[in-house]
């Protein structure tokens, strides 16, 4: 695994076990910059909010009643390489 694999594990982990995210916490741990690294997987996020499956408060987002039914889509928003499947997936349809 690189760096990326285990930042993105760390995030999965943390949302699917503990229904909650702190970007600060994480950006500390391993010296990123949480709203940069993260900037598309952010955008959709907020999608996810205004769903109500997800909310942001103080810099944490926190998985809602809701959205624990739909845990593993929030933490599809994270995985890279479902993210490149998908995407090649696409590709192959046009």
Do not use: P
């Not at 999608?47 to 909310?55: I, K, N, Y």
Request: contains cysteine; proline residues 0%; glycine residues 6%.
């Amino acid at each position: 695994m690189n760096d990326d694999d285990c930042i993105r594990a760390e995030v999965i982990q943390q949302l699917s076990c503990h229904y909650e995210l702190d970007g600060a916490a994480l950006a500390d741990r391993f010296d990123i910059h949480f709203d940069d690294y993260f900037a598309g997987e952010i955008d959709q996020l907020h999608c996810l909010a205004r769903d109500g499956l997800v909310a942001l408060s103080r810099g944490r987002w926190r998985v809602t009643a809701k959205g624990r039914l739909l845990i593993r889509n929030i933490c599809s928003v994270f995985d890279r390489y479902l993210q490149q499947s998908a995407t090649r997936g696409f590709s192959r349809l046009i």
